[in-house]
């Protein structure tokens, strides 16, 4: 695996990843999606929603608000308890997550468990220096909420606070009633969401692995009490297949169950899916059994009645809740350290190859005119009816050698060559970027031929 700095180069130079507000000094932590990036989120998103929404009969999609009415979080417990441990050095006044520097200092233990007097003490006796100066100077801890607040209309008063959504799953459970009720769905079923949150991140970093903006994709699925944990296994087991079939190696994955006496108060199941990233093992996906706390507070909170009446069985009951809850660019990372490559070949020659799925690749197939002023005319013929069904790059610069090795490294499946046998034959050679092996296809099979080969 590249290292995290060969990453970071690698998804500039590309244009894939830049630094936020680059010409006005950069703004810490934020990133911008170039257009490979751009293009390879939006095909990580289409490809969860296919597998956790389209291709699942019992679920569905949901497109809910940032911004909710703040009772929404005063009720699910995030303005008063969404709050990381913040500690301050008191010499270089860096600031820190306090239960980050006791599970550095010894990854053993469950930070969950600690007071915060008692990681205040822990720090003291262990000696723990600060990260940035070497100095053991550390201000008592305090909690640190993490969301982001703004003001409603015209009036900066307190009466018009809100809050940015710090995850999507709220916007679901409140409309669980709208959702259920309109499309008149049966228990269990489930609600997906795909949408930014936002969290005021004590300590950001490792590149797009901890933002303060980052993008959600997020399942609730409701089920009925008693049937829970079964559900909960179910979604570790596709959630897995998801990351595998995505090509995620298994040795590069941990499955992470919560012991009983670190879960949530709320729920009875948790587990951490974490990604062999180059600084250790790291969360990549949350799945957690929330039990009918979710729908308990809101039901509380808002006077309304959430009850669920089973048609079949005049049943009444609030359903029980398993979350799997992903990040977008996580997931994105986590791919691109698992496709991001060097290779030497035969003739001694390096290429780098991003072995993305081709359903991830920015481009699936690029068109490239053997000769341009020969073969242009024919290919962006070919480039035209592609694009209609698929991502499609045109290269007509350099010899032909150094337009593969350009598409090997931005992941694209497929590279066309279009020569004197396509205009004599209507045949095109098809480049695997893979195996880097050549097929003659006939220009009518062209479309089917690639569609079969990138579907995911
Ligand atoms: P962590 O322990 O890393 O802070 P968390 O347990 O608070 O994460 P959840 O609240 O369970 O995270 O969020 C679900 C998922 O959302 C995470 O598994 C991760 O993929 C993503 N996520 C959470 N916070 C961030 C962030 N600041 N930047 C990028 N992705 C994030």
């Given amino acids: 695996m590249k290292s995290l700095e060969d990453l970071v180069v690698f998804a ?41 929404v389209s291709e699942t009969s019992s679920n569905i999609l949901l497109d809910s608000s940032i911004l909710l009415n703040s009772e929404v979080w005063r009720s699910s417990g995030h303005v008063g308890g969404f709050s990381d441990p913040l500690t301050e050095c008191k010499s270089c006044h860096e600031r820190f997550r306090a239960d980050h ?48 607040q703004t003001y409603q209309g015209a009036v900066i008063e307190s009466a018009n606070q809100i809050y940015l959504r710090p995850e999507t799953a709220q916007g679901i459970f409140i409309n669980f009633k709208n959702i259920q009720r309109s499309l008149r769905k049966k228990i269990p079923f489930g609600v997906g969401q795909v949408g930014k949150a936002f969290r005021n991140e004590i300590t950001p970093g490792n590149f797009i692995f901890r933002t303060r903006e980052f993008e959600q994709m997020e399942l609730e699925f409701f ?29 590069n994955l941990i499955f992470r169950d919560h012991e009983k006496e670190s879960l949530a108060f709320y729920s009875n199941a948790t587990c951490d899916i974490e990604f062999r990233f180059p600084w250790g093992f790291d969360e990549l996906w949350g799945i957690a059994s929330r039990t009918d706390y979710d729908l ?76 341009k002023k020969e073969h242009s005319e024919k290919a962006l013929e070919i480039y035209n009816s592609l694009i209609k069904h ?45 195996s880097m092996k050549q097929v003659v296809v006939s220009l009518k099979d062209l479309n089917s031929f690639i569609l079969n080969a990138i579907s995911f």
């Fill in 296 to 371: 308990g507070v809101h039901q509380k909170g808002s006077g309304e009645n959430l009850m669920y009446l089973d048609p079949d069985t005049n049943e009444k009951y609030l359903p029980y809740v398993i979350e799997p809850s992903l990040g977008v660019e996580r997931l994105l990372l986590a791919l691109l350290f698992s496709a991001y490559d060097t290779e030497i070949l035969d003739n001694n020659e390096e290429r780098t190859v991003l072995h993305l799925h081709p359903a991830l690749s920015p481009y699936k197939v690029a068109v490239l005119p053997l000769i």
């Fill in 390 to 434: 698929f991502s499609v790059t045109y290269d007509s610069s350099a010899n032909i050698g150094k337009r593969y090795r350009r598409q090997d490294a931005i992941g694209t499946y497929f590279s066309v060559t279009v020569d004197n046998d396509t205009l004599t034959n209507d045949t095109v050679t098809v480049r695997y970027r893979d």
């Fill in 12 to 52: 500039k130079v590309n244009g894939f990843i830049f630094p936020g507000s680059e010409i006005y000094g950069g703004l810490a932590n934020t990133f911008d999606y170039g257009p490979l990036g751009a293009l390879l989120k939006n095909n990580i998103k289409k490809s969860w929603i296919q597998k956790f």
């Fill in 223 to 251: 089920c009925k009490p008693g049937t829970e944990l079964e559900w909960f296994d179910y979604h570790k087991n596709i959630c897995r297949k998801f990351l595998l079939d995505l090509g995620i190696k298994e040795e």
């Fill in 101 to 148: 520097l006791v599970a550095k200092f010894d990854s053993s233990l469950n930070t969950d468990k600690f007071s915060l007097s008692e990681m205040d003490e822990f720090i003291i006796k262990n000696h723990i220096k600060c990260p940035s100066c070497g100095k053991e100077n550390f201000a008592p801890i305090k909690k640190f909420n993490m969301m982001f």
